[in-house]
């Protein structure tokens, strides 16, 4: 078993620790010489390059539905900060550059965070990860590139109907574990994101279309029992697409996937099991 970091067994150490990992992002953005998206747009540029919807409230065994209201609550602040940002040319989009702290001040509650230690627990601001899930989603399916991505376990709750890759998994912490991609095209793009009818909307938008599609792969999906855990292992591939030919051009790995399940082991199919 590895020995703990002193941080991780003294509780006032570890929050020394979170403290100085935030201000030392703090310092890294302002000296890094990075462009920071910062314009908004009430105008939604013409074109819907590719848009995603996921329910806001998760129901089932073991999930607490009151962290689950929070986090709706949670997303719909973000979102409002997001809603119609612009990313021109050579500019980044950070999720924390734009929505800033997640406190208690501007409205955020307790919802459901991973912590190393103690599992899926309560936190401020927890269900943020769901949107930058989202906002990656939109980010995969574009020519940008993801500059910034920290993965957590996509086996939080059982999959509802046909597995879907990259239907979670993004893992956000205020500031220094942030979501960021770069447009490296020559066109500017749009994120729109809000929450309606019980759902999350995200939209990607340009002034034009793209010579391309994106499609995510998933091979050799299986759970796997390593001591007395189960993990989800599994490839995830993005597929590039030239639109007129319908020929695959390019085809990457995304994620080498190793995914700790964090639900009840019953029930997990049991023919997917390897």
């Not at 020995?3 to 890094?32: D, G, T, W, Y």
């Not at 747009?41 to 390059?49: A, C, G, H, M």
């Not at 066109?187 to 599609?213: A, H, M, Y």
Request: aromatic letters at 8%; one cysteine or more.
């Amino acid at each position: 078993m590895a020995k703990k970091l002193f941080c991780e067994r003294n509780p006032l150490f570890f929050h020394m620790a979170v403290r100085k990992n935030i201000i030392q992002r703090h310092l890294e953005n302002i000296f890094s010489g990075i462009k920071f998206s910062k314009n908004r747009s009430r105008d939604k540029l013409p074109v819907l390059i590719y848009s995603h919807n996921n329910e806001l409230i998760k129901t089932g065994k073991g999930i607490d539905p009151v962290l689950q209201e929070n986090k709706a609550i949670n997303i719909n602040i973000a979102c409002k900060e997001i809603n119609g940002m612009i990313i021109n040319p050579g500019e980044v989009f950070s999720l924390f550059k734009t929505i800033g702290n997640t406190t208690k001040r501007k409205g955020y509650k307790d919802g459901r965070v991973i912590d190393k230690k103690k599992g899926l627990t309560p936190g401020i601001g927890g269900g943020l990860c769901n949107l930058a899930n989202s906002i990656h989603l939109l980010a995969v399916h574009s020519p940008m590139k993801v500059v910034e991505f920290h993965q957590h376990s996509d086996a939080l709750a059982p999959d509802n109907g046909k597995r879907v890759p990259l239907s979670s998994g993004t893992s956000i912490s205020y500031n220094y574990i942030d979501y960021r991609f770069k447009n490296t095209s020559n066109q500017p793009f749009q994120l729109l994101t809000w929450c309606e009818d019980g759902k999350l909307w995200v939209e990607l938008r340009s002034s034009e279309d793209i010579p391309n599609k994106y499609k995510i792969v998933e091979e050799d999906h299986h759970f796997s029992k390593e001591g007395e855990k189960y993990f989800r292992i599994s490839k995830i591939y993005r597929e590039t697409i030239d639109k007129k030919t319908e020929k695959t051009i390019a085809k990457e790995l995304l994620i080498d996937n190793h995914s700790e399940v964090m639900f009840d082991y019953d029930l997990i199919p049991k023919e997917q099991i390897k």
